[in-house]
C-alpha cells in the first residue's frame, strides 16, 4: 500500500528514484575505484560527478513533459540533442573535479581536452532519458488499466442492480394484480393484510444493498415475508419444506436469488394445482461449495440440456443472469424433472462463509 501510494505520487516518485539512481551510480564508481586502487580522495571526485549529474538531469524532466504529446521524429531528436548537450556539459564537469581535487589543480593546455570521452557521458544521460519515458509510459499504462478497471467494475455493477432491481417490478405487478383480484371479489381482510405483508417485504429488499451479498440465513428470511405474502393467495394450498443446514446458513448469496424461483413455482405449478401443492427448499456445503436446491411437485415442464425448452417469464433468466455476471464460469445453473412430479432447479456456488 505505501509502494503504491509512492507510485501514485509522481513527484515524490521521481525524486525517489533519482536519488537512489545517482546513488547507485556513485556506489558502482566506488567500487571501481577499488579495483583500480585510486587513492581515498577520489570519493570526492565521485560525489561531486553523481552530484553534477543528478542536477543537471533535472531540468531533462521539465523538457521532456514539455514535449511529451509531440510526434515520434521531434521526441527523438530533442531526446537525442538534449542527451548529447547535458552529457557533454557534464564531461566538463567530470574533468574540472578530477583535475582540480584529485590531481591538485592541473589545467590542460588544450580547452578541447575537457571534452575527451565525452561519449559516455552522453550514453549514461542516454540511458536516464530511456528511463524517464519508460517509467512515465509505465504509469501511462497503469493509470489507464486502472480506469478500464473502475469503469468494468461500474458496468459490472451497473448490470447487477438492473438485473437485481428487475425483480422488484416484475414480483410488485404480480402482488398488485392479486391485491385487485381480491378487491374486486370483496375479500378486503386478505387484501389488507397482503398490502401490510407487501410493505414488510419491500421495506426489506429497499434496505438490503443490490450490489452486496447476503447470509443465505438473511435470504431465508425474506423469502419468509415473501411467503406470508402468497400465503394469504393460497391459504393452506401453499406448503413449503426447508432443509438447510447451518454451515449453509451462513454462507453468502446474492440477494433475492431464490424469490424469483420460489415465484416461478407458485405461478407455473402451485397455482395451476386445484389441491395446492409443495415446494422444497434445500441448501447444503460440500466440496466448498453451496449446493441449492428448489422443487416443486407440479405438472413440470419441457427440458432440454438441462434447461427450459421454452422460456417462460423473466424470473429464471433473470437469476441465470446475475449468477453469470457475480461468478462467470464458477457456477452451475440446471433444471430437472423432480420425482414424482415437478420440476428442480439446482444452483451450485463457491462457498463464501459470512462474517460475524
Known amino acids: 500500500m505505501k509502494w503504491q501510494s509512492l507510485v501514485d505520487n509522481r513527484q515524490r516518485f521521481f525524486w525517489v528514484l533519482q536519488i537512489a539512481g545517482w546513488l547507485g551510480y556513485a556506489l558502482v564508481n566506488y567500487i571501481g575505484s577499488k579495483v583500480f586502487e585510486m587513492r581515498d580522495i577520489y570519493v570526492f571526485v565521485i560525489a561531486l560527478n553523481a552530484y553534477a549529474g543528478c542536477l543537471m538531469t533535472v531540468p531533462l524532466r521539465y523538457l521532456y513533459r514539455k514535449i511529451w504529446n509531440a510526434t515520434p521524429l521531434v521526441l527523438i531528436f530533442v531526446v537525442f540533442t538534449a542527451s548529447y548537450v547535458t552529457g557533454t556539459l557534464w564531461a566538463v564537469v567530470q574533468k574540472f573535479n578530477h583535475w582540480e ?11 578541447f581536452y575537457y571534452l575527451q570521452q565525452g561519449l559516455d557521458s552522453v550514453y549514461i544521460i542516454l540511458c536516464w532519458s530511456g528511463l524517464y519515458f519508460g517509467i512515465k509510459y509505465y504509469q501511462l499504462l497503469q493509470s489507464e488499466r486502472q480506469k478500464a478497471l473502475k469503469a468494468n467494475t461500474m458496468a459490472h455493477e451497473a448490470q447487477l442492480k438492473m438485473l437485481r432491481y428487475q425483480l422488484n417490478p416484475h414480483f410488485l405487478f404480480n402482488t398488485l394484480n392479486a391485491i385487485s383480484t381480491l378487491i374486486l371479489v370483496e375479500e378486503n381482510k386478505d387484501a389488507n393484510q397482503m398490502v401490510s405483508r407487501l410493505s414488510d417485504f419491500l421495506r426489506h429488499t429497499l434496505n438490503t444493498d443490490p450490489i452486496k451479498k447476503v447470509p443465505l440465513e438473511q435470504e431465508l428470511h425474506a423469502l419468509r415475508l415473501y411467503l406470508e405474502i402468497e400465503k394469504v393467495r393460497f391459504d393452506e394450498r401453499l406448503s413449503i419444506e426447508l432443509d438447510v443446514t447451518e454451515e449453509a446458513e451462513q454462507a453468502l448469496v446474492p440477494s433475492l436469488i431464490l424469490q424469483p424461483l420460489i415465484e416461478n413455482s407458485i405461478k407455473y405449478a402451485i397455482a395451476h394445482m386445484e389441491h395446492g401443492g409443495k415446494i422444497e427448499i ?62 428442480k432447479v439446482n444452483i451450485r456456488v463457491p462457498y463464501e462463509r459470512a462474517k460475524k
Do not use: C, M
Open 282 to 343: 434445500k441448501a447444503q456445503v460440500f466440496a466448498n461449495e453451496l449446493l441449492l436446491e428448489v422443487g416443486d411437485n407440479g405438472p413440470g415442464a419441457e427440458l432440454e440440456g438441462g434447461q427450459l425448452k421454452s422460456a417462460q417469464g423473466v424470473g429464471l433468466a433473470n437469476t441465470k443472469d446475475r449468477l453469470k455476471t457475480l461468478y462467470e464460469n464458477n457456477y452451475s445453473f440446471v433444471l430437472s424433472d423432480n420425482e414424482p412430479t415437478g420440476l
Open 101 to 111: 581535487i584529485y590531481r591538485h589543480g592541473y589545467r590542460p593546455d588544450e580547452w
